[in-house]
Structures are given as C-alpha cells and as structure tokens.
C-alpha cells in the first residue's frame, strides 16, 4: 500500500511538473532556457532575447505633468550618456506614491526588484529597505564621483546608516506652501494668510463671498494628513513638530490638541467632494479659480507651470500658516537594491541622478530644488530661488506623510487613516490617542 | 378586457425598456466620451454626443505618451492575450480530465474531493495572497505571465471541473459502459465517447475562463511586474495618474472592455450558460 | 446519481480493473495537489501568519496567539469594514433578487425582442469590475454642485431636478447615525456605499435575471393551467406555485452573490478607495493596504482570515447540504 501510494504520488509530481513546464512555455517561449545570470528571478522577469537584454529598469510614481516631464529629462541625459540602453519607465500612479509603494513591496519581497526606485531619503528609506537588508551601500559612488561635499550634510544624514550611503537624494521639496489665486484675492481685497488667524479671517470672507476658500484633496489617502502635518508645524512651531518624532512632544498633549483644533476648523473651509478629488485636481480648482487656496507641497508648482500658469502672478504663494521660518523637507532619492537585474546599469543611473547636470535638468520641471548645493539658481524661477534662499537659511524638519520622520507602520497607514476618518467623525480624542498608541508601538522606544 | 390586456403589455414594455436604459446608459457614456477630441471634453458637454467623432483618445490609451515616458495600455492589453490564452487552454484540459473522473469514474471518497476543491472556488483569495507571492517567488515564476497562468489555472480548477463534471453527468452511463465492454480504456473511453459530446462543454468553459481572467484585478495586480502587467491594472493605474482626461480614460475602459463584449456578443448564449453552469450545481 | 461509482468496482478483484481504478486517481491527482497546496495549504500559512509577530517587512515568527485579531476588532477602519461589508451584502443582495426577479418575470411574458433584452441586462456582467468601476466614478462624480455640477448631478440638473443633487460616492453621511458606546464607528448605512451599491447591482443583476428565467422556464406548463383551471388568479400561481418553486435558485443566487459581495475589492478600487473616511472601505482593500504598505502581514492575514471565515460561514453550509444529497 504504502509502495503504491509512493508510485502514485511520484506519478503525481511528474504531472505537475509538466503541467508547470506547459503553463510556461506558450506563455513566454523565451523565458525557458537556463537562467545563466546570478538573479534567476530577475532573469525571469525580462522575458527577453538571449543573453539579457540591455534594460534599465526605473521604478517611480511620477506620472503627473511636470513630475513625469523632469523624469523624462533624467531620462534623456542617461541616453544621450548610454545610447544602446532601453529604458523601462515602470511607473504605477497615484499621489504620493500610495498604490506605487505596494506594488514596490510585492516586487522586492517576491525577489524582483527593479534596478532602482524612487524612495523618500528617511525613514522609509532606512526602516523599510536598508535595516532589513535590502539594499546596497552606495558609499563607493559618492568617493568617486567627489559627491560627499556637493549636498548638505543634513540631507546626507538622512540616508545614512551605520556610516554607509544607502542612496541619491535628486530633489528636495517643500511640504508647507499655502497656493493661492491671485485674482480671486485682489477681487476680495484679501492679503495671503500668514497666521491662523489671518486664515481664518480671510476664509471667513471668501466663504461669505460664494468661493471655497480651501482646495483639499483626499483621493490619493495623503492629502488630508498633509494638511494635518502643515498645521502641527504651525501650530507647533519646529522644535514642537520635532518633538512629535523624537517622543518629547506626546500626541495627547495639550499643544497637539489645540493644533488640531485649528486644524478641525480648518476643514470646516474644504470643498465637500473631497474624497473624490486628487492633489492635482485639488491644485486644478486653484488655477481655474473654483477654489482660493490650497494647502500642498511645492510639486503643485510643477503642476501649476506646466498647465500654463506663472507663480508669483496668477497663483501666489507663501508658507502655510504660522510655519514661516520652518521648512519641510520632502525629499526623493534612488537607491541601489541588492540583486538588481542590471547592477552597472543602475549604478551609471545613480551617476546621472547625482550629477549636477542632471539635477539642474529634473528640478525646473519637477517643481523641486537641487539636493546638491552648486546648482545654478539661474535655472529656476522666482518660486524655487525663494525656496533656495528658505532651505539655506530655515528649520529644516522631515515630514512624516512623505516618508522621512516616521516609518511606513505608521506614517503610511495610521496616520493617513486616522487623518481620513477625522475629517469625517472631528473626534479629536479618538485621533490623539490612536496617534499615541501606534506611535508607540511603531517608533518611540526604538 | 382587451383594452385592460394591451394596457398591461404596454406597461410591461415600458418597465422592461426603462431598465433597458439603466444597462445601457453607462455604455453610451463611455462611447459619448471616447470619439470625443481633447478640445471637446468638458464636464458641461459629458453627456453629449461627439461631433466630430475622433479616435484621437483610443490612440492614447493605446499608446500613452512615449515623449514623456508614460505607457497606455497597448502592452499591458498584449500581456492579457499572453496571459488568457495558455491559461484558458490548459484549464480547458485539466477541468475535462476532472470532470470526466469525478462523473464516470467515481471511487472512494470521490464526491468529499469534489466538496473541497469546490470550496476554492469560493475563498477570498486575499487568503491565499501572501504565501502565493512568496511560493511564486520561490520557483521563480514571480512576476512573469506564466506565474499569472499558473495561478488562474490553479484557482480556475474547482469551477472548471464543475462545469464539465455537471456536463459529463448528462453523458449516459450506458455509452461508457458499452465501451468498456468493448473493451475501451480510460483514456479510450475519453476520448472517443467523451471528447466528441464535449465541444458544447469546453466553449462554456473556455468563454468563462477567458472572461474571469481577462477581468481579474486581485492578481493581476499583485503577481506582475511592469512587463507582465496586465490590461486592468494598466487602465487602473491609467484612472490614477496622468490621464485625469476622462475620454482617454472612457477609450481606455472600452479598449480593455473589448475583447470580453465581443466574445459575449458573438458567444452569448454559451456565455449564459457558462454563468447558469458556475450558479448552479447538479 | 449513485449508480456511476458501482462502475469501476465491478470486476474489482481482477489486477486489469485495479490499475484502472489506480489510472483515474492519478489523472485527478494534480489538480488535488494543486488544490491541496494553493488553496488548503495557503490558507494554513496565512492563518498561521495571522498568529505570528510580522509585522515589519522581515518575516518574523514569533507566535502572539489571537493578539492581530483582538488589534484588527479594536481598528475603527476595520469596525467600518465590516459594518460596510454587511450593508453592502444586504443591499446589494435583495437590489439583485429583486431586480432580476422582476425582469425574468417581466421577459417570461412572451416579449417581442427577448433576445435583444436579455442580451442588453446581462452583458455588464462580462466586464471587469475595474472597467465598471472607472465608468461608474464619473457617472457618481458630484462636481462643484449644483454652480458646476457633473455626472449625474448634471443630467438632473438639466431635467429641472436640481433639488435631487447630492455628493453620491463623496457623501459621508452614516445614516442614522448613532455610534454604541463599544463601537469606534457610527450605524448603520453609510450613503456613498449606496452609490456603489447600485453600480454592483447593475453588473451582476442581469445574472440574476438570467437564473430567475431559467428557473421559470423550467416549471412545467401544466402545473400553472392546471391552477388556472381550478380558478387560482394569475398572482395566486405566482405566490403558491412560481414563488416556492423558484426557492432552490434564490438560494443558489444567494450564495453567489453572496461571496461576491464578501470578497469585493476590484470595485472599491476603482471607485473610491475606500473613501471618504472609510465610508466605502473593505476588508479586501484594507488588508492590501495594510500589508502591502503598512508591511504588517500578520494583521493582514489576520484580517484575511476573517474574510475566509464570513464566506465559509455562507458557502460551506450549502457545499455540505448538496454533498449529503448526492451520497
């Protein structure tokens, strides 16, 4: 009985065996022969002609105009340095990379990374990839390229661990800017807010006026804990915001409780079809004067400039309330992952994003300024020479929603989350004790 | 009475086109929107009919925008033809083989494995997710068309098996018999008195398993990399990013719409029965 | 039925029929391991995950027990899950029957151009719900209503009904509203799932359509003139005689609909995301977004898992119940 079943189950597996080698084969007639290369995974997901063929593979959420455009010149730098190279754009849409985050993880957990992708210098840089071993120290580029001296120190730190470099910050954004239509404020004889006061005066006016005084976006999960962490950097001022991360500051606290009262009534001045609505549209009813003002991070610069508009005459903008002085940084980098499919590939992508040329290329048109400090500020408009100037000389503090304060267990989903399901319920109790607890559990007492 | 009677019918008429309406008024949006121009999208004029008709947003969705690195979904639509294919074939064959043993071949224990393995067809394949991706990754298959295959074979077994094991059922036992007095083996039996009643089974179930898959979002989404990526992730991803122009959007929706439409148009009564045959057992 | 399986057993002692018993078993074998190890073994793994300690993205398996579980039932997100859930599968369920129902006995009249309008109810069902889902968005898309309405807001604008307008899928209203001291999240009806509700129903109700038709089709003429002969009116033969002969199939609509309903994740996708707040949010979706970015797997397979039991709580009742009926 037991020889038989033996039989039977051998029987078995050579079945499925050729069943597996059946799905395969009129599936991808070119995957099958042997994989000769050191990732047999990678291998495996390039069905291609013999031998690899000569891919890059460039792994970003950047499909919004503007952004997808400074990619694109990244892009043509690299061809016009590696002509016989394809370029694979493997984008996946999506605001602030939500959607494009779990597919990245699916792939690097499955074994099939791309050769390399845009990651938030930070913690979801360090937390997620480099702790946990899924990356390459680039340390070895910086010497040669002579790169340690040409980005701020500050930046560096950020994707530092245990003394190596995990990765090339590209660009560095600012997360708290309040846009606003310049028609629609001189028509109401309104002055941009500087304070949470002034805002709420010059709302008050606007809505008595028949315009939603503020463009919210909440489609792509990350727009309302946007708006959430511009308010505590105002409120907080950036020692307080700081103290958020550090564990000196409590989320129960009084402090963070009266901001978020400031916050709930600012809410009360949002368009109702939120949810709906994605950053870019939420940036839209600002240029097309549906709404007066919105609260985002300076890529809306790129979205504003490359549908037509000039900042500084029909959008203008200043910090948002009450965080002058304060600037918060919102960086993308690329890494290097263990086991890219085309490692040399990679590391001369790496070499194009660091480089000063390719810098001063992508910035302009994603709406950033350069991570490196010998830019020429010429290249820029009057918005990111303003920025430039604030960068050199204001607080510079990590936002948590874009990845550098908090890692994804908690910046990712509970506090998108709890963010989301404020706007809705206003429990302020609810919010400031699941931000304490997740924060907790996930970055205090590390 | 005859006055009464006619009122009826009208209103009967009249109930069955207004829902007529209901079903076809999404798709008339889609058509009104996709041979629209660029130029004549507004939400002012969405419901109106384009004049003049354009092709300009199916050359879009199809072909994105190659100056700016972004994709339609012209690849991610091939991949779904790479995919679907082989997957529908093989799971043709598997469930015809099953269905063949678990009607005419019964034996101990037969009818409890066909209980479990039309449990899968009903789990929520969230449940299943995480060790698939990782066992996928172990024998490589991670991230490739055939690894899709192999999954929409694997989860396609339980319903393809029931279809032909209830078709099967409807073969009489007598013709197997004979056979076998004949002197007919196993596979004798399948294929020259099975095999020949089967062409109506393996058209149901090929129009099932080619629309199941051709619609899947689950692990079209999870399983694929940007090469093996396919048609409903793309349009999806499409819905996200760069097109908020919703005619590129409506091209995009009926593009990927396609194939399945047309297998129903030209196909719909096997299609039905597919669905009554998946609905219902024995 | 159960004259098939004497078949093989006749001639059991002789060693030619036991290879032929042997042969069938190994033709079915790859399917059975295939099944055993994709869907039983997978779920064993994920409900072993759901008990495990990982919840970052390196796997670590320190067993916790039923902690995930008693965090995911404390989750407002997960609270509003599966409130959704149930609204969503009550709605959609009774929409589908009730719909399908009528037009199956609407089309059961001896209609001209039946083909034509049953091929018209049914083909949304040959669509993907991520293509229904993107055609649905805009329909539901509110706009800046009523200044600058949109989608259907801007057809009831144009019929003079402005007074009907309203946020569709972006409304966040629970109705009524009242929130028990041991829940985080309010009762009972959140109105954008209503919206979504109504797109699932014109994807799959045509299906339903088609099953009631089947069914009607198949209860024999005489039994209805038999009763019309004895005087029953036309909806006394509907009640006493159509109704209860039709219940085999409500319960097999059921069961379809049902897990459809529990498992629904392509749709909330494409439609809302599971917005605003979590007024339209699913397990299905939560657990993507709660493994795939927030890398806790053991609270995603435990929310998995949760998924698995409510569809088993339906289906395998019913797999059971038909299992019995054949032996």
Same mark, same amino acid.
């Given at each position: 009985m037991t020889r038989e079943r033996r039989s039977i189950l051998l029987a078995v597996a050579l079945v499925l065996v050729l069943v597996l080698a059946a799905c395969q084969a009129p599936a991808a007639p070119q995957a099958s022969q042997p994989a000769q290369e050191e990732q047999p995974a990678a291998e495996e997901a390039q069905p291609a002609e013999e031998g690899g063929e000569n891919v890059l593979e460039i792994f970003s959420w950047w499909t919004n105009p503007g952004e997808a455009d400074g990619l694109a010149a990244l892009f043509e730098i690299y061809r016009q340095r590696h002509p016989d190279v394809e370029i694979i754009n493997a984008t996946v849409a999506g605001g602030a990379g939500t959607d494009a985050k779990a597919v990245l993880k699916t792939r690097m957990l499955g074994g099939?990374?791309?050769?390399?992708?845009?990651?938030?210098?930070?913690?979801?840089?360090?937390?997620?990839?480099?702790?946990?071993?899924?990356?390459?120290?680039?340390?070895?580029?910086?010497?040669?390229?002579?790169?340690?001296?040409?980005?701020?120190?500050? =930046?560096?730190?950020?994707?530092?661990?245990?003394?190596? =470099?995990?990765?090339?910050?590209?660009?560095?954004?600012?997360?708290?800017?309040?846009?606003?239509?310049?028609?629609?404020?001189?028509e109401n004889g309104l002055e941009p807010p500087r304070t949470f006061d002034d805002f709420f005066q010059v709302a008050e006016a606007l809505q008595a006026a028949g315009i939603t005084p503020l463009a919210m976006g909440g489609k792509d999960r990350f727009e309302v804990a946007h708006l959430y962490e511009d308010v505590l950097l105002g409120a907080l001022g950036p020692d307080g915001y700081q103290g958020l991360w550090d564990g000196s500051v409590a989320w129960?606290?009084?402090?963070?409780?009266?901001?978020?009262?400031?916050?709930?009534?600012? =809410?009360?001045?949002?368009?109702?079809?939120?949810?709906?609505?994605?950053?870019?549209?939420?940036?839209?009813m600002v240029a097309d004067g549906k709404a007066a003002m919105n609260?985002?991070?300076?890529?809306?610069?790129?979205?504003?400039?490359?549908?037509?508009?000039? =900042?500084?005459?029909?959008?203008?903008?200043?910090?948002?309330?009450?965080?002058?002085?304060?600037?918060?940084?919102?960086?993308?980098?690329?890494?290097?992952?263990?086991?890219?499919?085309?490692?040399?590939?990679?590391?001369?992508?790496?070499?194009?994003?660091?480089?000063?040329?390719?810098?001063?290329?992508?910035?302009?048109?994603?709406?950033?300024?350069?991570?490196?400090?010998?830019?020429?500020?010429?290249?820029?408009g009057a918005y990111h020479q303003f920025s430039m100037d604030d960068f050199a000389s204001n607080a510079l503090v990590p936002s948590a929603v874009h990845g550098s304060a908090a890692p994804d267990a908690f910046a990712a989903t509970v506090l998108l989350d709890a963010t989301l399901n404020f706007v809705v319920d206003r429990d302020i109790d609810l919010l400031l004790e699941t931000l304490q607890q997740a924060a907790e559990e996930t970055y205090l007492g590390q | 009475m005859i006055r009464r009677l006619t009122?009826?019918?009208?209103?009967?008429?009249?109930?069955?086109?207004?829902?007529?309406?209901?079903?076809?008024?999404?798709?008339?949006?889609?058509?009104?929107?996709?041979?629209?121009?660029?130029?004549?999208?507004?939400?002012?004029? @969405?419901?109106?009919?384009?004049?003049?008709?354009?092709?300009?947003?199916?050359?879009?969705?199809?072909?994105?925008?190659?100056?700016?690195?972004?994709?339609?979904?012209?690849?991610?639509?091939?991949?779904?033809?790479?995919m679907v294919v082989p997957a529908t074939v093989i799971s043709c064959i598997l469930g015809s083989l099953n269905g063949y043993v678990l009607s005419k071949w019964r034996?101990?224990?037969?009818?409890?494995?066909?209980?479990?393995?039309?449990?899968? @067809?009903?789990?929520?394949?969230?449940?299943?997710?995480?060790?698939?991706?990782?066992?996928?990754?172990?024998?490589?298959?991670?991230?490739?068309?055939?690894?899709?295959?192999?999954?929409?074979?694997?989860?396609?077994?339980?319903?393809?098996?029931?279809?032909?094991?209830?078709?099967?059922?409807?073969?009489?036992?007598?013709l197997v018999e004979a056979a076998r007095i004949d002197g007919a083996n196993f596979f004798r039996i399948y294929r020259s008195v099975l095999l020949p009643l089967s062409i109506p089974g393996f058209v149901v179930v090929a129009i099932w398993q080619f629309t199941q898959i051709w619609n899947e979002y689950l692990f079209a989404v999870v399983i694929s990399s940007t090469r093996a990526q396919p048609a409903t992730v793309a349009l999806q991803n499409m819905g996200g990013g760069q097109f908020t122009e919703y005619n590129v959007q409506m091209a995009g929706a009926l593009i990927v719409a396609a194939p399945t439409l047309l297998v129903y148009v030209l196909l719909g009564r096997y299609f039905l029965r597919g669905l009554l045959a998946g609905a219902m057992k024995g | 039925m159960a004259r098939t399986t004497a078949l093989p057993r006749i001639r059991a002692a002789s060693r030619r029929w036991d290879w032929e018993r042997i042969i069938p078993?190994?033709?079915?074998?790859?399917?059975?391991?295939?099944?055993?190890?994709?869907?039983?073994?997978?779920?064993?793994?994920?409900?072993?995950?759901?008990?495990?300690?990982?919840?970052?993205?390196?796997?670590?398996? !320190?067993?916790?027990?039923?902690?995930?579980?008693?965090?995911?039932?404390?989750?407002?997100?997960?609270?509003?899950?599966?409130?959704?859930?149930?609204?969503?599968?009550?709605?959609?369920?009774?929409?589908?029957?009730?719909?399908?129902?009528?037009?199956?006995?609407?089309?059961?009249?001896?209609?001209?151009?039946?083909? !034509?309008?049953?091929?018209?109810?049914?083909?949304?069902?040959?669509?993907?719900?991520?293509?229904?889902?993107?055609?649905?968005?805009?329909?539901?898309?509110?706009?800046?209503?009523?200044?600058?309405?949109?989608?259907?807001?801007?057809?009831?604008?144009?019929?003079?009904?402005?007074?009907?307008?309203?946020?569709?899928?972006?409304?966040?209203?629970?109705?009524?509203?009242?929130?028990?001291?041991?829940?985080?999240?309010?009762?009972?009806?959140?109105?954008?799932?209503?919206?979504?509700?109504?797109?699932?129903?014109?994807?799959?109700?045509?299906?339903?359509?088609?099953?009631?038709?089947?069914?009607?089709?198949?209860?024999?003429?005489?039994?209805?003139?038999?009763?019309?002969?004895?005087?029953?009116?036309?909806?006394?033969?509907?009640?006493?005689?159509?109704?209860?002969?039709?219940?085999?199939?409500?319960?097999?609509?059921?069961?379809?609909?049902?897990?459809?309903?529990?498992?629904?994740?392509?749709?909330v996708m494409a439609m809302t995301g599971g917005g605003p707040a979590f007024a339209t949010d699913m397990p299905g979706v939560n657990m993507y977004y709660t493994v795939f970015q927030g890398n806790a797997f053991a609270k995603g397979s435990a929310i998995a898992m949760i998924m698995l039991i409510l569809v088993a709580l339906l289906i395998v009742p019913y797999l059971y119940s038909n299992r019995q009926e054949e032996m």
């Open positions: 099939d990374p791309p050769d390399s992708f845009q990651v938030h210098g930070g913690q979801e840089l360090l937390a997620n990839w480099v702790v946990t071993d899924y990356m390459e120290p680039i340390t070895f580029l910086y010497e040669e390229e002579g790169w340690l001296d040409k980005f701020p120190q500050a =930046l560096l730190d950020m994707v530092t661990y245990e003394g190596e =470099l995990y990765s090339v910050i590209v660009n560095v954004h600012r997360g708290n800017v309040l846009w606003y239509n310049t028609a629609i404020f001189q129960t606290s009084d402090e963070v409780r009266a901001a978020t009262e400031l916050f709930s009534r600012m =809410l009360d001045y949002t368009n109702p079809d939120y949810s709906a609505v994605s950053w870019a549209e939420a940036a839209g609260i985002m991070g300076d890529w809306a610069a790129g979205y504003f400039i490359n549908t037509g508009r000039t =900042l500084g005459e029909e959008i203008g903008y200043v910090p948002s309330p009450g965080s002058e002085g304060s600037f918060m940084v919102v960086n993308d980098s690329f890494g290097l992952p263990k086991g890219a499919p085309h490692r040399e590939n990679a590391i001369n992508w790496l070499r194009v994003v660091g480089s000063r040329e390719g810098q001063e290329a992508f910035n302009p048109k994603k709406g950033s300024i350069c991570a490196r400090i010998d830019c020429d500020p010429d290249v820029f | 009122l009826t019918r009208a209103l009967v008429y009249g109930v069955l086109l207004a829902f007529a309406i209901y079903y076809l008024f999404p798709l008339y949006l889609v058509f009104a929107t996709s041979f629209k121009r660029f130029a004549d999208v507004s939400l002012s004029t @969405m419901w109106d009919w384009p004049s003049p008709i354009s092709l300009e947003s199916f050359a879009q969705a199809w072909n994105g925008r190659p100056e700016a690195n972004i994709r339609g979904i012209g690849d991610g639509f091939l991949n779904s033809v790479r034996f101990r224990g037969s009818e409890t494995l066909f209980t479990l393995i039309l449990f899968g @067809m009903f789990i929520p394949y969230q449940s299943i997710l995480i060790p698939l991706v990782r066992f996928l990754q172990s024998i490589q298959l991670y991230a490739t068309i055939s690894g899709l295959v192999l999954v929409h074979v694997v989860y396609g077994i339980p319903i393809t098996t029931l279809i032909f094991r209830n078709y099967y059922a409807g073969v009489p036992n007598e | 078993i190994l033709m079915i074998s790859p399917s059975i391991i295939a099944i055993a190890i994709f869907v039983y073994g997978f779920i064993g793994w994920t409900g072993y995950v759901s008990m495990t300690k990982w919840n970052t993205l390196l796997p670590d398996y !320190t067993w916790v027990g039923l902690e995930n579980y008693r965090r995911i039932f404390q989750d407002v997100r997960f609270q509003a899950d599966i409130r959704n859930t149930v609204v969503f599968t009550v709605v959609f369920i009774a929409g589908c029957l009730a719909l399908g129902l009528t037009l199956a006995i609407l089309l059961d009249q001896r209609i001209r151009g039946e083909n !034509t309008l049953r091929s018209i109810y049914l083909f949304p069902m040959a669509l993907s719900l991520i293509v229904t889902g993107t055609i649905w968005r805009w329909i539901f898309f509110p706009g800046n209503y009523p200044a600058d309405p949109s989608g259907i807001n801007l057809i009831l604008a144009k019929v003079g009904l402005e007074g009907l307008q309203w946020g569709w899928i972006t409304d966040p209203t629970i109705w009524p509203g009242s929130r028990p001291e041991w829940l985080k999240v309010k009762l009972l009806v959140p109105l954008a799932l209503l919206p979504m509700t109504l797109a699932a129903i014109w994807q799959m109700s045509g299906f339903t359509m088609a099953m009631y038709l089947a069914g009607l089709r198949g209860i024999p003429d005489e039994l209805k003139e038999a009763a019309r002969v004895d005087g029953a009116s036309e909806w006394q033969i509907f009640r006493l005689i159509e109704l209860p002969l039709l219940r085999p199939i409500t319960l097999s609509a059921v069961i379809i609909l049902g897990h459809f309903s529990l498992k629904v994740f392509d749709l």
